[in-house]
């Protein structure tokens, strides 16, 4: 049965509140389209790219059996960025400054991602709020 605030709400055109998302829920979203950057993963892998809080960038793979289920790789390589550049590790191991063709890659992905996840994620939440807004 309706409650008497529900009644109300909808008879004076009130919308329930919107959740906010937390920083883990936006992290969360955002390594998904990240993930999309570097091709379609085949069956089984899931592959993820991200901004932490911090300044690092994340990519990790993780390659599971589909029909059993096992896990059968994963990988994750972190990108540093530092004043003096961008410290690459991988599995926490390796720590080395990455140069050339390796830099203008994941600044090419960097951009891509930023684009990607603007116009994925965060612009239809701006347009749903200037069309309410403008209602």
């Known amino acids: 049965m309706a409650t008497f605030r529900s009644l109300f709400s909808k008879a ?35 592959r993820r790219f991200f901004l932490d809080e911090g300044d ?14 096992r896990k059968l790789y994963s990988f994750t390589i972190r990108y540093e960025i530092l004043p003096q550049g961008v ?16 830099l203008e890659h994941l600044k090419q992905a960097v951009a891509l991602y930023e684009r990607k996840t603007d116009t994925e994620l965060y612009a239809p939440k701006r ?9």
């Open 12 to 46: 004076v055109g009130l919308v329930a509140p919107v959740p906010v998302p937390t920083l883990p829920d936006l992290i969360d979203a955002e390594s998904k389209i990240g993930g999309t950057l570097f091709g379609e993963a085949g069956r089984g892998i899931q």
């Open 87 to 102: 410290l690459k590790s991988v599995d926490g191991k390796g720590h080395v400054f990455i140069t050339g063709i390796e």
């Open 56 to 69: 690092s960038w994340f990519f990790s793979e993780t390659a599971t059996d589909p029909t059993t289920g």
């Open 127 to 135: 347009t749903k709020r200037t069309e309410s807004a403008a209602a």
